[in-house]
């Protein structure tokens, strides 16, 4: 994969007690200036995000293009695939924090290669 000026790191990853099956992870995603993601889906995940710095813009397949700042938050529901994702900057770092509630063997959480994924792409 080309860079992408993306750098994934993964903070945390717990089992849910109260919720056999499930996981809790988070993962903190750090863009340079005139970063992205290309399209992927979160698979069987929900997934909450929260930005700490800078602005990003996102579209969900279906939503409109959204631009969230810092101390801002957005949701995706399993399965979505998320068309854009991107530093809004191109002189500054944007970072977030996203918390996936999965199946806890779910081992992948931003899944590239699906098919839907390649529609997206092709249709961009």
Do not use: W
Not at 9 to 31: A, C, E, I, K, W
Not at 42 to 58: P, W
Not at 68 to 85: K, Q, R, T
Not at 103 to 119: A, G, L, M, N, T
Request: aromatic content about 8%; hydrophobic content about 35%; overall charge negative.
């Amino acid at each position: 994969m080309a860079d992408t000026g993306e750098q994934i790191r993964l903070l945390s990853r717990h089992d849910l007690p109260n919720v056999p099956g499930f996981s809790l992870v988070m993962l903190q995603v750090t863009y340079a200036p005139g970063g992205y993601t290309p399209p992927h889906t979160h698979g069987a995940a929900f997934c909450a995000v929260h930005v700490l710095q800078g602005s990003i813009q996102s579209q969900v397949r279906g939503e409109e293009l959204k631009t969230i700042s810092a101390g801002e938050s957005f949701c995706e529901n399993p399965g979505e695939v998320h068309l854009l994702g991107r530093n809004v900057s191109e002189t500054e770092e944007a970072s977030f924090v996203a918390v996936f509630i999965a199946p806890s063997s779910q081992k992948e959480f931003v899944i590239y290669d699906c098919p839907r994924c390649r529609v997206a792409k092709d249709s961009l």
